[in-house]
């Protein structure tokens, strides 16, 4: 069974910094590429991070290159979103997923419950 589990959201100010943790389930080792998704109120769930099981490969929103870094620690098995330069346009609920990257996009299969990160201005 897929389990995730996110935390570390919370309520900073523009220009700090947060980071975000998932435990993945043992299931998706070796078997899930995992990543985060970020969904606004009024807005659609958008990819905001990936990092491929095989070889470690990242990719990236636009919007948040050169300010977030997703990481792994792999003895754990927790995936990290680690935010700087926070702006309050990333203010939303963060998801993070595990499944399949397809024709270079991130496809999630599995969901965890979210984590609320709000940047006040």
């Known amino acids: 069974q897929v389990q995730l589990e996110e935390s570390g959201g919370g309520l900073v100010q523009a220009g700090g910094s947060l980071r975000l943790s998932c435990v993945a389930s043992e299931r998706t080792r070796g078997f899930y590429d995992l990543g985060w998704f970020r969904q606004a109120p009024g807005k659609e769930r958008e990819f905001v991070a990936a990092l491929r099981w095989s070889g470690g490969d990242t990719s990236y929103a636009d919007s948040v290159k050169g300010r977030f870094t997703i990481s792994k620690d792999n003895f754990k098995n927790i995936l990290y979103l680690q935010m700087n330069i926070l702006k309050p346009e990333d203010t939303a609920v963060y998801y993070c997923?595990?499944?399949?990257?397809?024709?270079?996009?991130?496809?999630?299969?599995?969901w965890g419950q979210g984590t609320q990160v709000t940047v006040s201005s």
């Open positions: 997923g595990a499944g399949e990257t397809m024709a270079g996009r991130f496809v999630p299969e599995y």
